[in-house]
């Protein structure tokens, strides 16, 4: 069978190795980003570029987005030039791996049934190294047609590719996931202040979790950032923070949930924002201070 021609938008830290993943599958991949320049090392790999939305459209069959919120996603979608202004969109399939709403991505889907275009939500568990090494989990809402359609693509961006039912709930599991991800970095930084205080060291601690039951892939990648307070952005602290919120938005109420989302909150506008996640031991131990 003949792989489809992929389009692909947004060449962030997770979008350029994942769209990369694809040209070394052999995928016919074309690259559009706002920012010019970005398509560059993907170029010398053998990606086309485009120099508008349209033209990436027109030469693709599905049109993957990965971008950094709503606003950009809907900017794509439906700004001056985006994809839903393209002609020919019928037969073609858009798939957004971003993390936004689950309202977001209904809306989005609904305005692309009107002009013949499918609609995956398809957001990622897993951060740079994981999309780098093709070792993503994504999961999946819309039809289920279109979600095996799509499964050659995501066979090659992560290791498992998952179903979860109608458009949103892709979106939905991601951020109940993302949810579990600050539940444990907080977990982690109160671990590692409370034995601080008491004499033991970060790195002592850090062996004391990865050696015994609590520990855990993401304990084990985040300990060389704890120990050398190294805190360079795999998953920058505001994008957890903006996750939190939309979870809140869509109902979270549990007084810890709320709890975790306002210190996330608190750390992005205290300058912690563009720290990696894991920093909220930073602003835990500001705080205490």
């Avoid at 990369?20 to 090392?41: C, S």
């Avoid at 950009?72 to 791996?97: H, P, R, T, Y």
């Avoid at 090494?133 to 961006?157: H, M, N, R, S, T």
């Amino acid at each position: 069978m003949k792989k489809q021609r992929i389009g692909w938008i947004g060449l962030g830290n997770m979008g350029t190795p994942m769209a990369l993943n694809l040209l070394k599958a052999g995928f016919d991949v074309t690259v559009y980003n706002r920012t010019e320049g970005k398509e560059q090392p993907l170029q010398a790999m053998g990606a086309k570029h485009a120099a508008t939305i349209h033209e990436l459209v027109n030469g693709s069959d599905v049109i993957i987005t990965m971008v950094s919120d709503d606003i950009a996603v809907k900017s794509i979608f439906e700004g001056d030039g985006g994809i839903l202004s393209c002609c020919n969109l019928n037969g073609k399939l858009a798939i957004d791996m971003s993390t936004v709403s689950p309202d977001t991505t209904k809306y989005l889907a609904g305005k692309a049934s009107e002009v013949g275009l499918a609609y995956l939500d398809a957001p990622v568990s897993g951060s740079v190294k994981p999309a780098q090494d093709g070792q993503l989990v994504i999961l999946v809402g819309g039809e289920k047609p279109q979600y095996e359609l799509a499964k050659p693509i995501f066979d090659c961006l992560g290791k498992m590719a998952i179903h979860l039912g109608s458009n949103g709930a892709g979106n939905s599991a991601k951020l109940a996931i993302n949810l579990m991800l600050a539940f444990y970095f907080e977990g982690m930084a109160e671990m590692v202040i409370f034995a601080n205080q008491k004499g033991i060291s970060t790195a002592d601690m850090m062996t004391i979790l990865n050696e015994g039951a609590m520990g855990c892939g993401i304990s084990k990648i985040k300990t060389a950032n704890l120990v050398n307070n190294d805190f360079t952005a795999a998953f920058a602290l505001k994008h957890l923070a903006k996750d939190l919120r939309l979870a809140k938005e869509q109902g979270l109420s549990t007084n810890a949930g709320l709890q975790i989302e306002n210190n996330y909150k608190s750390a992005s506008t205290s300058g912690f924002g563009d720290l990696d996640s894991a920093a909220i031991i930073e602003f835990l131990a500001k705080r205490e201070n």
